[in-house]
């Protein structure tokens, strides 16, 4: 059985995603606190499969608990949840280590489908979340160059391009070459569709399928 920590600013919240989870007979509740340090605290006594953080507790304290748990090899999967994220905030979570976001304001099934995905060691995000994204990498004119295929593999690690550069011993300038000649080869606009855009083609990806309008 998979147990899971559930780590919410609200209370109220909390009790609601306790009795949705504990109605599935795989996933058991070992932790619910509204205090960011008391859930680490469980955390690190219960050693859960499964962490469920609210981003109201701040984006970066989230982001350093990520990166805190990905340090210490830890093998448990964290979903970040809130009432919305934009694009760039969903990535960013994912890129720091988190396997899941996934909105409050989701459908049951959709929730379900996240907690089921991430536990199967896939990563998620909510369709909706992601725009633009959906053309291929390698639809352009030409493929792409070696240094080419480097660059992207950073951006899709989350890295700038000053940090780009210096991993490739190259100037900052001429990664922003590199940017452009993949903006144009792929038909991605933006670095975050990049990203998003190489997480799926490796399929590290699961997302929900776009609901179709009845």
Request: aromatic fraction near 4%; glycine fraction near 8%.
């Amino acid at each position: 059985m998979n147990t899971v920590a559930v780590c919410d600013t609200e209370p109220i919240a909390i009790e609601g995603l306790r009795a949705l989870l504990e109605s599935a007979d795989e996933l058991r509740v070992v932790a619910a606190e509204s205090s960011l340090v008391d859930g680490m605290d469980a955390v690190r006594t219960l050693q859960p499969s499964l962490l469920m953080l609210d981003k109201a507790f701040g984006i970066y304290a989230v982001m350093d608990i990520l990166k805190a748990l990905r340090e210490a090899g830890s093998r448990m999967a964290v979903i970040v949840w809130s009432f919305s994220f934009s694009e760039a905030e969903a990535l960013r979570f994912l890129q720091a280590g988190a396997a899941g976001v996934v909105r409050k304001t989701a459908s049951l099934d959709t929730l379900m489908s996240c907690i089921h995905s991430v536990m199967a060691g896939h990563t998620w995000m909510e369709k909706e979340m992601v725009h633009e994204t959906d053309r291929p990498v390698r639809s352009g004119r030409s493929p792409l160059t070696a240094r080419e295929l480097q660059v992207m593999e950073l951006v899709e690690r989350g890295l700038k391009n000053k940090d780009i550069g210096v991993s490739l011993g190259i100037r900052t300038g001429t990664v922003k070459i590199h940017l452009k000649h993949i903006f144009e080869k792929t038909g991605i606009r933006g670095r975050y569709g990049l990203a998003l855009s190489g997480l799926k083609e490796k399929g590290l990806l699961a997302m929900t399928p776009l609901e179709i309008a009845s």
